[in-house]
């Protein structure tokens, strides 16, 4: 898991799934299909959303623009602010 963005608003985080840790099993124990994904919160709203598939895809390519491109955080935010939009989960601390 790697913190990718934090202010205010948001906060998006990149989540490996099935990444291998110390200790896991071996690599034919481990299952085959990989469920990386993006959990974008909107601290504002106290909900967050979970990227993954098709959606995941889509936003890393705005993560690859963002890096080649630099863009203002507003910028930044307005994006998040649209797959935010999409946020049904209510944010609950374990």
């Known amino acids: 898991m790697n913190m990718l963005y934090d202010s205010e ?4 985080v990149h989540i490996h799934v099935n990444a291998p ?3 896991d099993p071996e690599p034919a124990e ?7 994904g993006f959990e974008i919160v909107d ?3 106290g909900k967050e959303v979970y990227l993954d598939g098709s959606w995941a895809e889509m936003f890393q ?3 690859a623009a963002w890096q ?3 863009p203002s955080q507003e910028e930044v935010e307005t994006t998040l602010e649209g797959y935010a939009s999409l946020a049904q989960m209510p944010v609950v601390v374990h």
């Open 43 to 45: 601290k504002r709203s």
């Open 30 to 36: 481990v299952p085959q299909l990989p469920r990386h």
């Open 9 to 12: 608003s948001f906060a998006v």
């Open 61 to 63: 390519r705005h993560i």
């Open 68 to 70: 080649r491109d630099t």
């Open 21 to 23: 840790t110390a200790g």
